[in-house]
């Protein structure tokens, strides 16, 4: 699969500044996903939109890396989960044999340190190896990873792992509300989606997107390659990093199974399926998936079938998806753009 | 040998130093000092011969994977799913009609058959774009995976192993020597000898034919250089789908094997997906004897490593993989490229 990036770069400080460059349609999603809580009930908050900013941040960080990168990372779910259980064994839960307890001011930006310097050492290791091989490498350390916090009950607490972890009590708001929860992910989102946007268009942006198009070439044009693509992936850890804390206040609780296999692979699938062109289709999949593992089983039972064949659902859309349009969702939709625009005949400008 | 001896003679004593260890820690009677460092021998030989013959069935397993990969850049991540399928109707199939031996041409039949399918379907569709082949048979794996458990549900099953080859046999091997002068042979489950035994067989069979015979030449020719090979008019997809449905079919047989010694259950098929990636990248992606040499160190490393550190087993299997990547990418016996 072909995956273009953006090549675009900002126009220029044309007339109107950047405020009357974004298009209409932005302000209206924009104050939509800022009023929500006056119409959306608990469920939706939480439930629904928590979810998929989480799920969409996670799946952000491998569209960094394999569309402006050109890398398969399947460890970003293991960032994650790493700093979702570094938060609940350096920060308190419910298990106090092993949590340290410590403040969360300490806590959260150790989880995330500590975390962003895994995905870059696991980084580190992929970049030696390309295309087909980083997928199953950063596989297979996702599998040992879930296997080892499954076995290992010192540092990770085995099966069980920790529950009761929940986000501070920071200036007297219980994060965990579904109103407060609902802006803190969606704040989180929208800075990880704009850290994206921006690193994409900076001059590291641009050379990693060379490194993806030749790397033979950018590494004669005099770029070190290697440490670009080892940052991309420190850069992509942090993002996932915060996802996974996100996700464990979410839940409450983590376990091995927060990053098992089911879940790596999950991660990908929202990615491909939202598309991996433009830094808004994850958030896409994400919602989708989301969607349909809330409503599958009602739907599921509407149409006579067992409420657990989700995977089953799941997996056929995901096929479809990358057996018909390998750009997803988001590839769908230009398709689509592009046939209309097609419609007008190219000599004239009129419609056909 | 002598060759690699001369150039490096330090790294070549020392393996031999470390094989010599290793066969008079096998072989002789251990002295009470060895004993009280390491645990009694026949923990230890039961630690190394689990190893060899979990090695084994890795090997069946991931030699089609490997096969696959080396002559069709085929990256297929349902490899793990074949495998739960072999398991499942190998059980179907001795369960019904008692007989152990009749499920193996069977599950070989019905899983290279899919095998085939899949090659004219998926990968025919998709040569050469390695991501989205990737994709689709990662679909596919979850797909597969949830019709299996909707079929036989999340029980394990145990494939029954067959009258003769049930229970325990001697073993050459001596675990310990009793007051009176006698020597205890070490005893093993007789079933997992003759695995042993049947895998290198498969795997000697299978360097036989690649290195011996007129189809072996066409494999070898079309993973050294495929275009060249299809551009001299030899019939290139037939021998794909040839190789594609052997490797099927191994992954099949390697289920009941599974089934037989351990057991099949629904997390089973990702276990051994993962555990073929992790042979081919140590042992060398497209290399039999690197499937067979990688099998062989990560089976070892995993028993070894759950009798002597259980909670760190899995980190050990990892650590090697780490190593063999950091210091040669292209794997143990792999060719470089």
């Known amino acids: 699969m072909a995956v273009a990036g953006e090549a675009r770069l900002p126009a220029g400080s044309a007339s109107g500044g950047w405020l009357a460059r974004v298009p209409p349609a932005l302000w209206v999603l924009a104050l939509l996903a800022l009023l929500m809580p006056a119409f959306a009930n608990n469920f939706i908050l939480f439930q629904v939109f928590g979810w998929t900013f989480i799920l969409g941040m996670i799946a952000l960080s491998l569209m960094f890396l394999a569309g402006?990168?050109?890398m398969v990372s399947l460890i970003q779910m293991t960032v994650a989960g790493l700093a979702g259980y570094l938060v609940a064994i350096l920060g308190p839960s419910g298990t106090e044999q092993v949590s340290l307890g410590l403040p969360w001011w300490i806590n959260i930006p150790a989880a995330v340190?500590?975390?962003?310097?895994?995905?870059?050492?696991?980084?580190?290791?992929?970049?030696?190896t390309e295309g087909i091989y980083t997928i199953m490498i950063t596989l297979a350390i996702a599998a040992a990873f879930f296997y080892f916090t499954r076995q290992n009950y010192t540092i990770f607490n085995g099966y069980s792992g920790f529950s009761l972890v929940v986000p501070p009590q920071l200036f007297g708001i219980d994060w965990r509300q579904p109103v407060a929860f609902y802006y803190l992910t969606l704040g989180c989102a929208l800075l990880s989606y704009a850290a994206v946007v921006y690193v994409a268009r900076s001059p590291f942006g641009l050379a990693l997107q060379g490194v993806r198009d030749n790397a033979r070439r950018m590494a004669a044009l005099g770029y070190n390659v290697v440490w670009h693509r080892i940052l991309a992936y420190g850069f992509a850890a942090v993002i996932a990093s915060f996802g996974g804390i996100l996700l464990v206040w979410q839940n409450a609780q983590i376990a091995p199974g927060t990053a098992g296999l089911?879940?790596?692979?999950?991660?990908?699938?929202?990615?491909?399926?939202?598309?991996?062109r433009h830094p808004v289709g994850p958030f896409i999949g994400a919602f989708i998936y989301v969607l349909l593992s809330s409503f599958a089983p009602d739907i599921l039972q509407a149409l006579g079938l067992a409420p657990d064949r989700f995977k089953l659902i799941v997996g056929i859309g995901f096929l479809a998806v990358v057996y018909f349009s390998p750009d997803g969702v988001l590839g769908l939709w230009e398709r689509a753009m592009a046939r209309r625009r097609n419609r007008t005949d190219p000599?004239?400008?009129?419609?056909? | 040998m002598a060759a690699l001896a001369r150039a490096n003679p330090i790294v070549v004593l020392l393996a031999g130093l470390l094989v010599a260890a290793l066969l008079w820690l096998i072989i002789a009677p251990w002295p009470p000092g060895v004993t009280g460092v390491?645990?009694?021998?026949?923990?230890?030989?039961?630690?190394?011969?689990?190893?060899?013959?979990?090695?084994?069935l890795y090997f069946l397993v991931a030699s089609g994977f490997t096969l696959i990969f080396g002559l069709m850049r085929n990256v297929n991540l349902a490899h793990g799913s074949l495998y739960l399928l072999g398991g499942y109707i190998g059980f179907e199939v001795a369960d019904r009609t008692g007989s152990w031996l009749l499920a193996f041409p069977v599950v070989f039949i019905i899983v290279a058959a899919l095998g085939v399918v899949l090659q004219y379907v998926v990968f025919r569709r998709m040569e050469g774009e390695e991501l989205r082949q990737t994709l689709v048979t990662i679909g596919l794996s979850i797909v597969i995976a949830d019709l299996l458990l909707w079929i036989w549900g999340g029980k394990s099953y145990q494939i029954l192993t067959p009258d003769f080859l049930s229970g325990p046999m001697d073993l050459p091997l001596i675990t310990a020597v009793r007051s009176d002068g006698a020597a205890v042979y070490l005893r093993y489950p007789r079933v997992r000898i003759?695995?042993?035994?049947?895998?290198?067989v498969v795997g000697v069979a299978m360097w036989l034919v690649i290195n011996r015979t007129r189809i072996g030449m066409l494999i070898r020719a079309g993973v050294d250089d495929r275009e060249m090979l299809a551009a001299s008019g030899l019939p290139i997809q037939l021998v794909f789908v040839l190789v594609f449905a052997f490797g099927a079919g191994l992954a099949g047989v390697g289920g009941i094997v599974g089934g037989t010694f351990q057991s099949i259950s629904p997390g089973e098929d990702t276990?051994?997906?993962?555990?073929?990636?992790?042979?081919?990248?140590?042992?060398?992606?497209?290399?039999?004897?690197g499937a067979a040499l990688g099998a062989l160190i990560i089976g070892l490393a995993e028993q070894i490593g759950l009798v002597y550190a259980p909670t760190y087993s899995v980190v050990f299997t990892f650590l090697i993989m780490a190593a063999v990547l950091a210091f040669r990418p292209q794997g143990l016996l792999g060719a470089r490229r």
């Open chain 2, 194 to 200: 003759w695995i042993l035994i049947a895998a290198v």
């Open chain 1, 113 to 128: 340190l500590i975390a962003t310097f895994f995905g870059t050492l696991v980084g580190a290791l992929a970049v030696r």
């Open chain 1, 347 to 352: 000599l004239t400008g009129l419609p056909r």
């Open chain 1, 68 to 70: 402006y990168g050109g």
């Open chain 1, 262 to 276: 089911p879940a790596v692979i999950d991660i990908l699938v929202i990615a491909v399926v939202g598309g991996l």
């Open chain 2, 38 to 56: 390491m645990g009694p021998k026949r923990v230890f030989l039961a630690a190394i011969l689990s190893g060899i013959t979990l090695g084994a």
């Open chain 2, 271 to 289: 276990r051994f997906l993962l555990a073929s990636l992790v042979v081919v990248i140590v042992g060398g992606m497209g290399s039999i004897p």
